[in-house]
């Protein structure tokens, strides 16, 4: 069964200090791997696709990368304002019928302190 | 810039009313998407549509339809609100397969 699980649920780091949220997915054929940001309230907001291992995306503080396996959203000397859930979600092979969804993990909440 | 609007931020109804929740895309997307997201159940899947006059059944589909008459426009409906609906609604579109989901910001639905 295609799985997406994120670790950890959640996360408190003090401004600066840089760390790691991971993504690990057992598909049947990855064809596309999505990060997305989700602040209380609203809707999640897109952040970076990855389609093969090896690849990796940058914005601003955030870094994204990919194996086989699973994938790390890299924070590098976070802010206050970096806090919110982030959410995996993966594009398996399978299409057609609800097959050709995305799977969501659960989501890390990241929590930034002054 | 991708734009997804939904109707209402927060809705409050009565249990056994038909709800409407409204959505509406300006990027000329072709696959729309209706998402549940509940604490410790993460983002669920209630009905898609690949294209307009297509529905399809997602993981979590009773007690709900969709229309999709114009392609920005799918609509979720409530044929008769229950407690256990009160939940944020989501809704979300993409260009094609395996591109990235847009979302909406949500609405809130309360059912007393």
């Known amino acids: 069964e295609d799985q997406v699980t994120q670790s950890p649920e959640a996360l408190r780091l003090q401004e600066g200090e840089s760390s790691s949220l991971n993504c690990s997915y057992t598909v049947s054929g990855l064809r596309g791997l999505f990060w997305y940001r989700q602040d209380p309230g609203k809707g999640p907001e897109f952040l970076f696709t990855l389609y093969s291992a090896g690849e990796e995306k940058e914005k601003e503080r955030l870094k994204a990368t990919l194996t086989k396996k699973e994938s790390f959203l890299h924070i590098t000397a976070p802010k206050p304002e970096d806090s919110a859930t982030y959410l995996c979600?993966?594009?398996?092979?399978?299409?057609?019928?609800?097959?050709?969804?995305?799977?969501f993990g659960k989501g890390t909440k990241l929590s930034v302190k002054p | 810039d991708v734009k997804v609007t939904q109707s209402s931020r927060y809705l409050v109804k009565r249990t056994g009313e038909k709800v409407f929740l409204e959505c509406v895309q300006d990027?000329?997307?072709?696959?729309m998407f209706w998402y549940r997201q509940d604490p410790g159940l993460g983002l669920r899947l209630i009905y898609f549509?690949?294209?307009?006059?297509?529905?399809e059944k997602g993981d979590i589909p009773e007690g709900y339809s969709v229309s999709r008459e114009k392609k920005e426009r799918f609509s979720l409906i409530l044929e008769s609100a229950s407690t256990n609906q009160t939940s944020m609604y989501l809704c979300?579109?993409?260009?094609?397969?395996?591109?990235?989901?847009?979302f909406g910001n949500g609405t809130r639905l309360t059912v007393t």
């Open positions: 990027m000329d997307h072709e696959n």
């Open positions: 979600a993966v594009q398996a092979q399978n299409y057609g019928g609800s097959q050709g969804n995305l799977i």
């Open positions: 979300a579109s993409r260009a094609v397969y395996n591109s990235p989901l847009h």
């Open positions: 549509s690949y294209d307009v006059k297509m529905k």
